[in-house]
């Protein structure tokens, strides 16, 4: 990462611009204090070295060993956007997120990493997280600092994503606010459970078509829970089809995965300022239109 000091900066101390102009975190920037460099020039300089106008500033991360080495996992990835700061992924349902114990081959991460051509050094960072069952759009940063300025982002106007999710079961609404306190059930592993004593969680939803037995439901995050649309939508009677978590496994018409998608992305370049959005459809509702995906919850 670098930087060029412009006029009105001369005189700064290296720390004024990597905070400031740069946009560096304070993790970050310990990161590189201990674990990476801090240049002036192409020269190693403490945080409280003056710069000059025209200065170039070079920051290097020093990153955590990750805790599954990457493997080359060759599949066919669509990417709807990739530049040199991060990339926007059409996620598969069925495949997990991110290298486990589970699944130490079979994963986006390694997917990912043969995708880009097995770099060394190479570092997966995603930015939201999507259930293994749970398909769509998903970003990964390539950088620190791009992540660190897209997590900061998260549930905010300028990163929205919207969901669609087939149920079973109908809401009794139209549209509203699904707000319950989620927290993991005591003794599970992962499942969570909505709770007085747990994390405030609201869910914006609208059903766009009732489908079957169910409804076609566009649903938008203001937090990030785990399994929070999944937990929402059960609670109210309505579980997303084939989740076999808190609803019913339907393997014939989902194996390994559930009717949730993450369907419409759209957030503000965190260092371009470009508007970008980006729809993926499930196949299970191909006759939803864009312009149902585009619309603004009220």
């Known amino acids: 990462m670098e930087y060029r000091v412009r006029a009105e900066e001369d005189g700064w101390q290296v720390l004024r611009i990597l905070r400031g102009s740069m946009q560096v975190s304070c993790s970050a920037l310990k990161s590189a204090k201990w674990n990476g460099r801090i240049l002036l020039n192409g020269r190693a300089v403490t945080v409280r070295t003056p710069v000059r106008e025209g200065d170039l500033i070079s920051m290097e991360w020093g990153e955590d060993t990750p805790a599954y080495s990457p493997k080359p996992f060759p599949m066919n990835l669509?990417?709807?956007?990739?530049?040199?700061?991060?990339?926007?992924?059409?996620?598969?349902?069925?495949i997990a997120?991110?290298?486990?114990?589970?699944?130490?081959d079979d994963s986006l991460e390694n997917a990912v990493y043969a995708f880009?051509?097995?770099?060394?050094?190479?570092?997966?960072?995603?930015?939201?997280?999507?259930?293994?069952?749970?398909?769509?759009?998903?970003?990964?940063?390539?950088?620190?600092?791009?992540?660190?300025?897209?997590?900061?982002?998260?549930?905010?106007p300028r990163f929205c994503r919207r969901y669609l999710a087939w149920t079973t079961g109908i809401p009794e609404t139209e549209e509203g606010v699904l707000d319950f306190p989620i927290v993991r059930e005591p003794s599970?592993?992962?499942?969570?459970?909505?709770?007085?004593?747990?994390?405030?969680?609201?869910?914006?939803?609208?059903?766009?078509?009732?489908?079957?037995?169910?409804a076609l439901i566009l649903l938008e995050l203001r937090t990030g829970r785990t399994h929070q649309i999944r937990v929402h939508l059960s609670h109210i009677g309505c579980p997303v089809r084939g989740d076999f978590l808190y609803g019913t496994e339907l393997p014939d018409a989902f194996p390994g995965c559930f009717a949730l998608h993450s369907a419409f992305l759209s957030l503000v370049h965190p260092l371009t300022g470009e508007h970008i959005h980006f729809i993926s459809r499930p196949p299970w509702a191909r006759e939803i239109e864009d312009a149902r995906l585009l619309a603004d919850f009220e």
């Open 116 to 156: 880009l051509g097995c770099p060394p050094g190479f570092v997966y960072r995603p930015v939201n997280r999507l259930d293994k069952g749970t398909g769509g759009l998903l970003v990964i940063a390539r950088t620190p600092h791009a992540q660190h300025l897209l997590q900061e982002m998260l549930h905010t």
């Open 188 to 214: 599970a592993t992962i499942r969570r459970i909505v709770s007085p004593d747990g994390r405030p969680c609201r869910t914006l939803y609208r059903v766009l078509k009732e489908k079957e037995d169910g």
């Open 78 to 94: 669509t990417i709807p956007f990739m530049d040199e700061h991060f990339m926007v992924v059409d996620k598969p349902a069925g």
């Open 97 to 104: 997120s991110q290298s486990s114990r589970n699944h130490p």
